[in-house]
């Protein structure tokens, strides 16, 4: 696992396209566990009448569009903007909206703004979508949130 403060892969961000983060651990063992316990709080909370039950298990990411004139880094700055406003990390990984359709992702929003769920099965977090989820993060590589 590397650790680096910029990433190393090309990204390549068109304007009005998305880039997501995903703070660390982002191993398809984490994206089950995460999707899993989301599901069942979720869950809990409709048993509560507190919202609708979820449709599936999902992945927690966070996103920004690249707008006219911001860089990809500006764009970058901003998702880890938003996820940092409402969680704690030191590391993250990225891809962009080209990369996650091309692995056959979809994305929902929710939650806090900039906050979106990719779902990873339905009745379970399924195995293989969680590990190339966790691929098309770029799974070997640890970005430094700046301080």
């Known amino acids: 696992m590397s650790r680096v403060d910029r990433t190393s892969k090309r990204l390549d961000l068109a304007v009005g396209e998305r880039v997501f983060i995903r703070l660390w651990r982002w191993d398809a063992e984490r994206n089950i566990s995460d999707a899993n316990r989301d599901f069942a709080i979720d869950s809990a909370r409709a048993e509560q009448g507190e919202g609708d039950p979820p449709s599936y298990h999902a992945v927690s990411v966070w ?3 690249r707008e006219e004139g911001d860089s990809v880094e500006s ?12 969680r704690k990390a030191k590391y993250y990984a990225v891809a962009s909206e080209k990369e996650l359709k091309a ?3 979809e994305w929902h929003q929710s939650g806090p703004p900039g906050h979106f769920d990719i779902p990873i ?3 379970y977090a399924d ?3 969680a590990s190339d989820l966790a691929v098309t993060f770029g799974m070997d590589e640890k970005i430094r ?3």
């Open 63 to 65: 996103s920004a569009t």
């Open 75 to 86: 764009t970058i700055e901003q998702a880890i903007a938003a996820a940092m406003a409402n």
């Open 103 to 105: 692995a056959g992702f």
């Open 121 to 123: 099965g339905v009745e």
């Open 127 to 129: 195995e293989q979508q």
């Open 145 to 147: 949130i700046p301080a």
